[in-house]
């Protein structure tokens, strides 16, 4: 079956605008999670969800990060006002449940550049 | 610092050797996963080891857990030129949703 898939797979955006990034996780995977590394970087948590609810926002950056999950599928990672800093790979994963038990599943992310 | 602290940071081998890699993480855990990334996308799990076992074999990969160090090692035995990648282990904690990754280990298998 499909994997879990991102976009884009490459942004460039100049400082200070808003981005929108995309994840579609395996069907039927009820837990997200959004990551950032930067280069050379482990992974940096930064939110999860179960189902629509986001139960722990507090891996996100700054109040200029947010996310939501629509449907239990679908999630968007917005960035407002981007920074350089903001630059980097953006991960998302899915697992069946958000619980130890799982393995997690990752998509080929999405590599922001703020210029 | 993170839950996952990989050792080393970079290894070279050539092509047919073992490759070693460790990670020491800080608190109780429900298990123990090793995943691989290649030039810096998508992570690939490899194999999880639960807080109860000690061992655990997959073809060429044979990790270990040592609760009482809170450590693991991964090996790669006859590497090979596609093993080339990052490897991460991401540790979870009972009752938690949180996967804590590590730095990760740079290998580099020479042909």
């Known amino acids: 079956g499909a994997g879990v898939s991102q976009s884009p797979s490459n942004k460039v955006t100049e400082k200070g605008k808003d981005v929108e990034l995309r994840c579609d996780p395996i069907?039927?995977?009820?837990?997200l999670y959004w990551y950032r590394q930067s280069l050379g970087q482990g992974l940096e948590f930064l939110i999860y969800?179960?189902?629509?609810?986001?139960?722990?926002k507090s891996g996100l950056p700054s109040d200029r990060f947010s996310a939501e999950r629509t449907g239990g599928s679908v999630s968007t990672l917005t960035i407002q006002r981007t920074q350089q800093e903001d630059s980097a790979v953006y991960l998302c994963?899915?697992?069946?449940?958000?619980?130890?038990?799982?393995?997690?599943?990752f998509g080929p992310g999405t590599r922001l550049t703020v210029t | 610092s993170q839950q996952g602290e990989e050792d080393p940071q970079a290894l070279s081998i050539q092509e047919g050797e073992n490759a070693t890699m460790n990670c020491s993480y800080k608190?109780?855990?429900?298990?123990l996963q090793w995943y691989r990334q290649n030039s810096g996308r998508g992570l690939v799990h490899l194999i999880l080891?639960?807080?109860?076992?000690r061992e655990k074999h997959s073809g060429r990969l044979r990790v270990t857990l040592d609760t009482s160090k809170k450590s693991s090692s991964l090996l790669i035995t006859a590497s090979r030129a596609a093993d080339t990648a990052s490897y991460f282990c991401?540790?979870?904690?009972?009752?938690?949703?949180?996967?804590?990754f590590g730095t990760g280990t740079r290998l580099k298998v020479l042909a």
């Open positions: 969800f179960q189902g629509n609810s986001a139960p722990d």
């Open positions: 994963a899915s697992s069946p449940e958000a619980l130890a038990a799982y393995e997690q599943y």
């Open positions: 069907s039927g995977h009820t837990a």
């Open positions: 991401a540790t979870v904690s009972s009752g938690t949703y949180k996967y804590i």
């Open positions: 080891i639960r807080s109860n076992e």
């Open positions: 608190t109780s855990i429900n298990n």
